[in-house]
């Protein structure tokens, strides 16, 4: 077993969550996650409920890595919180100030077309508003999520939104769900040669598919899951050895992921790295 294969099975199912500098991210704000209701379990992938409280405190930035997911928030009275947010190709950035509680829902890749009524192309790198979606009962439901004493309560409110505007999942979306899903299972999936086998459709059809469907290329799906991992990594391992790093991801060379991690990123893996580390609260004060 070489390297990779060593890689390959020692990774379950991926999701991309790509939270910068996590360990400071948990002294300023508190994420849950939470299942859907059963009704929408082909389409969600989970909820997550975020709370911070910055009164009399600076506001803090939070940057996110690239997502492929589309992701619907609920966060009224926090500027910009609220809205259907598609699959980015840059970092995501937001500012943290006052007081608020919301949530936001992760859509399963490849299963949000049925909501939205279009291409999830057509939402690549931007939001549009939650009534454009979900119509007038999508502002009800935030102001429930505003108001609620509690997780479940924000939860059914959601729930109860999705569950009323009813989609059913099409045999090509489910199709796509399950070209994403080979490649969350199977980092050795670095290619799209090496999806359209696991898969068995042709790369034109995959393409077609996925922009229909998943927002973006499948050549950028599987970046950023490659991407999200070495981002991973690269905080969890105190010396990280880049070349070894770039070999277990499924690169040719160094030279190659660290373009495509400043691509990403804006930063060297090295210059991530020190960043992410030099944020980390001291674990002598806590």
Known sequence: MDERDSYRVTVA???????????????????????????LADF????????WDRRGEPPYEQRVLPNLAVHATFFPGAAGGSGVFGPAHDVFSHRL???????????????????????????????VPLTDV??????????????????????????????????RLSPAA????????SIARDPGITRVVQLCADTGLTT????????????????????IYRLNDAAQRLVTEGQPDYAGLAVRLGYSDQSHF?????????QSPAEYARRARATEPDRDRT
């Open 13 to 39: 199912h991926r999701i991309p969550r790509g939270i910068v500098a996590e360990a400071t991210a948990r002294t300023m704000f508190t994420l849950t996650r939470h299942p859907p209701a059963p009704a």
């Open 44 to 51: 969600v992938d989970y909820h997550w409920v975020l709370r």
């Open 97 to 127: 100030s006052g007081r608020v509680q919301g949530l936001g829902v992760r859509f399963r890749p490849g299963c949000f077309r049925a909501f939205l009524g279009g291409p999830v192309s057509d939402i690549a790198d931007r939001s």
């Open 134 to 167: 979900f119509g007038p009962a999508a502002t009800r439901a935030a102001e429930s999520v505003r108001t609620a004493a509690d997780d479940a309560q924000m939860v059914r409110a959601i729930d109860n939104l999705l569950i009323a505007n009813p989609v």
């Open 174 to 181: 489910r199709q796509a769900a399950d070209a994403v899903e």
């Open 204 to 223: 034109r059809s995959i393409q077609r598919l996925f922009a229909e469907h998943v927002g973006c290329p499948p050549k950028w799906a599987i970046r």
């Open 258 to 266: 660290i373009r495509d991690f400043r691509t990403v990123t804006g």
